[in-house]
């Protein structure tokens, strides 16, 4: 175990013994670069590992050597909304681009990481999901379908018979273990826990750096212990998912302010922030934080590389975007988005028990492509995390330029 | 009203007409000074603000000139936990050490206010409490006895039999807004809303600074447009009772995040940012954010200056310090802290609905009393904020130097 660093600020001065201090990881590193285009080579990577060492500041660097990037941003992977092009401008621009595949079949997950390749030499990420086996429970399914059936018939349609499981799965998942290993996109991280332990060797033996998300402590302490590159500290402000490993333990809904510093004292491993981050100045605070990198999702989602709905783009800027909470309702696990009126009406005391997820999606997907073909525009998906109205809507290159500039102004209003 | 910045950092590099822009603000400043000890002369006073002008960087000195602290650092006032002799402490360290009387009578509450002045001759605040009159319902109030009936039974104990209105609002409270005025505190904040208009300008004219809690934007809109001279963002991770303004509105629970970037934008007064705030690190983010001070109640507490007992030192620093939520039960307001045994049994599922604030107070402060009589310390009230366990016990003038050099440190870990 590395020293910690006696100024009490938490981030360790020494060499991170998993991540960079040794020369494993320079190879790795330099394994990485290979893959990703290898417009670095190892003895670069060297010297600078070097120097850092010598003037004692290891800590700005670590996790953007790692991640072979140059400005510490990480396009939030947002399945669903990011966009192969997304990816590619922001990996361009010199941050992180991110893919989330967790809902996608592993043919177009293949097809979306080859497609960032031919865009992009840089580094990007690719996001899994590991949610565990949905539990079967007829009685449940058929409850929660009656009670959306209203609706459903308000829109000239009817439910769906049965609920259908359309997980993807990455626990177990062998197929798409084999379509990763053989992609080997440089980056991967996990949502919804962790996979399997031979699968993370696996996948680390590959080359591949890994990254875990946590909302709170315990479960940022199982992403460390398990061996993994870096960990996601995502505050409650977040938008969509809830990245929570057991839903059955009381959710302490720690805020990205918290939680960032929590995990930076805490941990050993680079801490990644997340939840609320709109622009540059709040890049800046997650780092003053001790956070080695920030991952931004809703400000990216007014790129028109993204695959947002022009509704949902104008509900983001709109006086929607200042107003988000959290539903389960919608796929079956916590996620916040700004209100429609599936939320409401399924926030009301008599709505039974919501059907595990994925089950939960498919009534909500059909239910709202019954609306919006109906002319209905209020039940579509528009994660969101708090302080949305922030976003922007401009070019993903441009956007990460701005926040560039952004994160150094905010450095000014910190006094020396 | 003054231009916004064009950066778009939602900082005004212009200068604030309501605070600073003009000489009444120097002389406010001045007479404020006066009051708390006139160790800084008006013509020193003019200089720096000119010098300030010329150099074009208003955002950081605004506040902190308004306020006569040479640090960005406010000791949250913490009702019962706060004492004169930790704002004393903390005023004389260079931050803006406080004193909550929201709860105290006025003679009780003019006393703390001398003793804080007997210690120092730096400017100190004062926080009151704008709750507005607890609906009767003896109903309701019998219920809620009813309910907590077993509790104090097991102590061998009886509910009282009515509920009494402790209040000491500020609301309508001429006898303690008279004993403001003649003791003028330099600075005085408001809790749960703001006073009558009147009552605000009376305290403006007598040349104290006025601060207003918001926890969303609308309230924060309101504190502007009532002309206060700045906003303290409470975020949902800070401890103790939420700023609410209308209980009867959805609570958007915003993190300190997102509010803090919030305000900052669109507001043109400063923002003085709280909420799971407990180190350097924590308020230069703030300050990155678009702060111009943090506050810090939790980090606070561990100080051998504060009224805190041994037990709730001890939490603070132990694992119930990782843990805290929500409970409207002790007090009728909604406020954070260490669960204890009072909030699981009153977050049962059959519990009654609670009386207003303060009612439930009376209730919970006989139930508690009985348990500590009967050697039961699980009872007692634990505000704390998110991330209490990275909080510190020491001195609160070594707190604040600590502080200090955590924020500068934290400064080198944004990039230039």
Known sequence: MPSRSPGGDGLPRTIRGSSIGNTTVAERDGRLRATAGGHKTLPYTICVFLFRLMVGRMDMGDLLELLGIETPIVQAPMAGTATPKLAIAVSNAGALGSIGIGTSPVDQARAAIREIRSGTDRPFHVNLFCDPPA?????????????????FHAFGAVPPESLVDTSQSFLGNDVMLAMILEERPPVVSFHFGLPEAEVLAALKNAGIILIGCATNLEDARVIEAAGLDAVIAQGIEAG?????????????KLGTFALTRLLARELTIPVISAGGVMDGAGIAACLALGAQ????????????????????????????????????????????????????????????????????????????????????????????????????????????????????????????
């Open 240 to 252: 969509g998912h809830r990245g929570l490993f057991d839903l059955d333990r009381p959710d302490e």
């Open 135 to 151: 539990n079967e429970n007829p009685v449940r399914d058929e409850a929660w379908l009656e009670f959306l059936a209203p609706q």
């Open 293 to 416: 990198a920030a991952q931004l999702g809703t400000a990216f989602i007014g790129c028109p590389e993204s695959a947002a709905s022009d509704d949902y783009r104008r509900a983001l800027l709109g006086p929607d975007g200042a107003s988000t909470t959290h539903t389960a309702a919608i796929s079956g696990r916590p996620a916040r988005g700004m209100v429609n009126h599936f939320m409401r009406e399924t926030a009301r005391p008599d709505a039974p028990e919501i059907p595990d997820y994925p089950l939960a999606y498919h009534a909500y997907k059909s239910l709202s492509a019954a609306a919006l073909a109906a002319g209905n525009h209020d039940y579509g998906t528009r994660w969101a995390g708090q302080g949305a109205m922030l976003s922007r809507s401009m070019p993903a290159a441009e956007l990460v330029e701005t926040l560039k500039s952004e994160m150094s102004a905010a450095r000014t209003r910190i006094p020396n």
